[in-house]
């Protein structure tokens, strides 16, 4: 059975410095990987989607994503992180872009001044 | 284009009664799927709809959980009765029928159940 690790479920750093959110990512097969976000009082939205058009995954607001066979990770990153960052990040898996979604528990974001 | 919406946004009920959870999707979305959060953990698959039928339900929990989906538009899922763990946050996706790489689950901002 999939499943998906977000190590930390808390993550704090300055503004201005690099995100980091870790995911890794359990599959006998080549998944569709995808990263949500969820800003307060919102709904999940895709922040990018990996399908196997190439390995490093560009998305909104300046979020990207490496993905690793070798290492099955997804992690997300961002050079230079924004207050406006502040969220929960969901990474996760499917087997078929139509097909359930399985999601990590989930990473808060918290971003100092 | 109007998104997913869901309603109510916060329900709170006691134990052994009913509640009724409804999902919009986007219009012309033929793919509509319920997930669940519960107290903080991972959001959790409960149904996929295919228009009117149920194309997987492999993750709703029990036989107290109902969802139905007439006619291919809106989705209800009723819990009857509902029970304490059954509090959380209930999403719903919608998704086009014919999925293009660009495509996604979009998800509505959620139900927040409270049972007491």
């Known amino acids: 059975a999939q499943s998906v690790t977000q190590l930390g479920s808390h993550v704090s750093v300055s503004e201005g410095a690099l995100v980091l959110l870790r995911c890794n990512y359990s599959?006998?097969?080549?998944?569709?990987l995808f990263w949500y976000v969820q800003y307060p009082n919102q709904g999940l939205q895709l922040l990018l989607k990996?399908?196997?058009?190439?390995?490093l995954v560009k998305g909104i607001n300046g979020f990207e994503a490496e993905f690793k066979k070798s290492e099955t990770s997804f992690h997300l990153t961002k050079p230079s992180a924004h207050m406006s960052d502040a969220a929960e990040y969901f990474c996760?898996?499917?087997?078929?872009?139509?097909?359930?979604?399985?999601f990590g528990s989930g990473t808060r974001l918290s971003i100092r001044p | 284009e109007a998104g997913v919406t869901q309603f109510p946004s916060h329900s709170v009920i006691e134990k052994g009664q009913t509640v009724t959870l409804r999902c919009d999707p986007i219009?012309?979305?033929?793919?509509l799927y319920w997930y669940r959060r519960v107290m903080g953990k991972e959001i959790k698959f409960l149904l996929h709809?295919?228009?009117?039928?149920?194309?997987?339900e492999s993750g709703m929990p029990n036989n107290r959980f109902l969802a139905e989906r007439t006619g291919g538009t809106y989705s209800t899922l009723k819990v009857q009765p509902a029970e304490l763990e059954d509090s959380g946050v209930y999403f719903c996706?919608?998704?086009?029928?014919?999925?293009?790489?660009?495509?996604?689950?979009?998800f509505g901002p959620g139900t927040r159940l409270t049972v007491l």
């Open positions: 219009s012309g979305h033929d793919n």
């Open positions: 599959s006998s097969v080549p998944p569709y």
């Open positions: 990996y399908t196997s058009a190439a390995t």
């Open positions: 996760a898996v499917g087997y078929s872009s139509a097909s359930k979604i399985i």
């Open positions: 709809f295919v228009k009117e039928s149920k194309q997987d």
């Open positions: 996706a919608s998704s086009p029928l014919q999925m293009l790489d660009t495509d996604t689950q979009y």
